[in-house]
């Protein structure tokens, strides 16, 4: 014999039903609305993430840049300072021969030869009397007087341009933190844009797919409930999506009422039929 339960047990257990769901919706809601804002602060962080990477980027191409014209100037600083060492040495060499040998003329016109920042290193070094002081010297470029104004300039521009290599590699290190925080940001949005896409509606009360029921309440169910009426039994409880009303042929009072208490199992048989 078929169990019977009574209308007011159906009708309680109907209403325990519709109550949790109205709970699930009102707490799928609330989730929408927090997946929303959290859609929205890390749309702006992923963009404001983006909008630093290529800023860094592009101060780290400049500074690059800067890197490279500093170093051509230095190098062109320094072979001009290499030029003008190489002729003041030249030149000198000239007048000290000239002098050696007695030709004053030859030596005078070396003399005026000079430029103007080697003549205040030749003085201080004729003072150090160099023709008969062994201690004196060997030239006046090195004297402390002596000053190569490119030299000094190419000096300049290396550490410039070691100072601007430097500011480069920081620029670089701070756009590649910005860069991973982009990723991670993105990846966090493409996540949260995807669990948008596959909502899971649990139903109160029915059991987890895979868990089987008993052979007496299969076959309890297949034979005293029509086709029309589990269907819509299914649907109040949640396991159906909803669809337009039809009426369904009853055989008998109690088929109806054995049809509202619908066991657990049958909703996961349409799941696996579907």
């Not at 949790?20 to 602060?41: C, D, M, P």
């Not at 309890?220 to 009426?229: A, E, I, K, Q």
Request: hydrophobic share 40%; with cysteine.
């Amino acid at each position: 014999m078929p169990e019977t339960v009574s209308a007011a047990e159906v009708a309680h257990e109907l209403g325990h039903h519709h109550g949790h769901h109205g709970a699930v919706s009102r707490r799928a809601e609330i989730i929408e609305i927090l997946e929303a804002i959290l859609l929205a602060v890390v749309a702006v962080a992923t963009a404001w993430s983006g909008y630093q990477t290529a800023r860094w980027d592009g101060r780290q191409a400049h500074e690059y840049g800067l890197t490279n014209k500093y170093r051509a100037l230095s190098n062109q600083a320094a072979t001009r300072s290499g030029q003008e060492e190489l002729y003041d040495t030249s030149t000198f060499s000239f007048w000290l021969q000239a002098t050696g040998q007695g030709k004053n003329e030859e030596a005078a016109l070396f003399e005026r030869r000079f430029r103007p920042e080697y003549r205040p290193a030749f003085a201080a070094w004729l003072q150090t009397d160099p023709f008969h002081n062994p201690k004196a010297p060997a030239g006046p470029i090195l004297m402390p007087q002596y000053h190569n104004a490119m030299a000094a300039k190419a000096k300049a521009y290396d550490a410039r341009a070691s100072h601007a290599f430097e500011e480069g590699t920081k620029a670089r290190e701070r756009g590649d933190k910005y860069l991973r925080n982009t990723v991670l940001l993105a990846t966090v949005l493409f996540l949260t844009a995807l669990a948008q896409k596959f909502k899971v509606h649990a139903v109160p009360g029915l059991p987890a797919r895979g868990i089987r029921s008993s052979a007496r309440d299969r076959r309890l169910f297949r034979r005293h409930v029509p086709d029309g009426l589990r269907r819509l039994t299914l649907r109040v409880v949640g396991c159906l999506p909803p669809q337009p009303p039809r009426r369904a042929p009853v055989r008998s009072q109690r088929a109806a009422r054995d049809a509202q208490t619908a066991p657990r199992w049958l909703c996961t048989q349409q799941r696996r039929r579907r």
